[in-house]
């Protein structure tokens, strides 16, 4: 079967993947977004982010097709929080019939989280469950009703993981149901504790090949403490050993200390076979991002 | 059993306005055991309605009884010559108790006199904690006895969302334990864990709230 995505070529060929995610408030300028996501026409594939708290943003979906038409390949994104199985698999076949074919899901931050919206919580099909959905439409070609719509749907499926969440013996058992469900890439959350990543890794051996794990790890390049508490509000099960919250406090901004903590661990990730690239995140920090990536293809381009 | 927690007097009174000969009815089990609507709060609601309503020069005949379960039509019928001369009810059991003296006694609004909250057990002297969500398809013995329908707040039923805290709270809130957390220590003191490897489906709603009011029906119990 030819790639269905320029994300899913460059995996099967091995090369680097390089990502980001965007994601945009309601009132912000069209041009806007196209001007931020064209910084990013080099990248793999670019995630059309939306909220993952309760601070509206404007659709994955919608943001997927702008990138489309800047020449950028969008990765969509379906929160199993506020849409049921109706809505997803509308979602997915609507994204497909329109050319998006990377779709990843995740639970998104519960609604109750940082404020009471007095909203009904959905929470339908979980994560594991999409991305079973998924699978069925691609290579069954149906809905999971069993309906035969003689569907197209080339779905390059991806689902997010944190490796070092709790209960964190068990993550390696779960990231292996999530393969199994039919996970075509695992994006991570952010990884800082390099220690606990390696004993992660050294437990998913024993379940399967890591040549075959698809592994986007995610790399967060923070200049201060605040951009940590900002990390913390989209990713509050994000683990960060104390020595690297010293750097980050230690950091002298003009140095550009945070993208050299972030190639740092860019550079120990990369040696693990179950990593095939870099998600790269930052607090609205788009140049750092922009040469963070230069120097992760420098290194890339000489190992 | 069902935990519910008993409304405030003034907002019980509100509801009451206009009517002046009430009967307050407490019920004897689950509302009971959680003090919410057994006898003694039923005797306390009669109490504080009457003083109230006295207050306000708008003195009302409030009495109060109890039955053992307002959800049995055996139960519910101690009431009918209680009822004749009143023009107002006040039931202080969970919302199927409430509509079940609503039903029997048709021509008598009946006022709920507690919010029913959820199906729990006790955790310790007054603190109850949810347990189960009637969702109409059990899996607890794939999950070592702990539900995470229930006790997940995003009801992950196949894998934790990854953001619990390092001592295993969930995101929602630090005081609660992340079910998968518990789930896994469960299996793991049970030597079960390789049962959690299995895929589980997506759950089938239908059989919960979701799939709209839900009956019972049982051919070989009826008479």
New interface residues.
Partial sequence: MNPVSNLAKTLTEGKLVLTTRLSFPPDVNVEDIRKKARLFKDYTAVIAGEENSTDLNISSLALAIIFKEEGIEPILQINSRDKNRIAIQKEILTAICLGVNNIFTLSGIHPYTDKNLGTKTVYDLEPINMVAVMKKIRDERKLPDGKDENLNADIFIGIEDNPLAEPINAMPLFLDKKIRAGADFILTYPIFDIQKFKNYVDKIKILCSLDEINLIATIYIANSIEDIDNLKKSYPGVSIPQSILDNIENIDISENSGIEIAFGISESLKKFNCVKGFNLLSNNNFDSMIELSKKILDSNKYS | MIIASRKSIPDIKKMLDGYNKILVVGCGTCVTVCYAGGDKEAAIVASGLRIMRKLEDKPAEVEFTTIKRQCEWEFIEELAGKVDNVDAIVSMACGAGIQALGERFKSKPVFPGVDTEFIGIPQEQGHWVEKCAACGDCILDKTGDICPVTLC????????????????KC??DENKD?A??LI??RMKVQMK?EK??E?L???D?SKSKDGGVRELVREDMKL
């Fill in positions: 707040s995003k009801s992950m039923i196949n894998a934790p969302c990854g953001n619990a805290s390092p001592d295993g995101e929602l992340c998968w957390v896994y220590e864990l959690l490897k895929i489906n997506s759950k709603w």
